[in-house]
């Protein structure tokens, strides 16, 4: 599986961004794929995520209401929209996929990832 995120940029506080991830290699096998953010000196959190098998999501606290996971009619895209941004939004995202059952917000639960794309908010 190989995971491709764009969309990340430079915002002021308020304004949206769309993240895009690509996946290529996904199969019948494959259960989640979610959006991780890590700031600087900070653990990787989980965003949100969503099951590809059923379609129900799942969103961090701070998140929710805010922040919109959904997959593209191929279900080979996720997107997250993001509106409301807030300076503490401010990290790499990270694209996952995963081939287990788990906790669909935790980084254990995945096994494939992307080389991230910048957000930061102003």
């Known amino acids: 599986v190989q995971l491709v995120e764009s969309g990340g940029g430079s915002v002021q506080a308020g304004y949206s961004l769309r993240l895009s991830c690509a996946a290529s290699?996904?199969?019948?096998?494959?259960?989640?794929m979610a959006w991780f953010r890590q700031a600087p000196g900070r653990e990787r959190e989980g965003v949100s995520c969503?099951?590809?098998?059923?379609?129900?999501?799942s969103y961090a606290d701070s998140m929710k209401g805010r922040f919109t996971i959904s997959l593209g009619n191929s279900k080979t895209t996720v997107y997250l929209q993001m509106n409301s941004l807030k300076p503490e939004d401010t990290a790499m995202y990270y694209c996952a996929a995963s081939s287990k059952y788990g906790n669909c917000r935790e980084v254990r639960t995945y096994d494939y990832w992307g080389q991230g794309t910048q957000v930061t908010v102003s």
């Open positions: 969503i099951d590809l098998r059923y379609g129900y999501t």
């Open positions: 290699g996904l199969t019948a096998s494959n259960t989640y």
